[in-house]
């Protein structure tokens, strides 16, 4: 049986994806700016422009890693939406409030993000 999670609860973790969304994006805007001598005002738009939407250029320019992140982490807000927040896409059980405080963006609990891994490694 999965917990519910209070209001209070899925507010913090809002902010904690949200925050973690936006250090993404600043990171990567700022690294624009100093390999293409932008204005930073240029710079800016390009983080208000990005938190609606995504261009070619910006998911471009990410790492995998960054790219695989930002999905996850907005998968992770629209469940919050839709009231699955903590809940594994795999298996359907608790991700657990420790895994999810640790990252909060996981849509897998332990057991199968372990089992994800090895199917990787064994690729
Ligand atoms: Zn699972």
Known sequence: MVKKMNKKEKDEFRKMLAAKKESIIRKLSETI???????SNVAQDLVDKAETSYTK??????TDTERRQLLLIDEALKRLEHGEFGVC????KDVGGKRLEAIPWTPYCIDCQEKAEEELKAQ
């Open 57 to 62: 250029e910006f998911l471009l320019s990410l």
């Open 33 to 39: 700016a100093e390999s293409k001598e932008m204005e």
């Open 89 to 92: 896409q795999l298996c359907h």
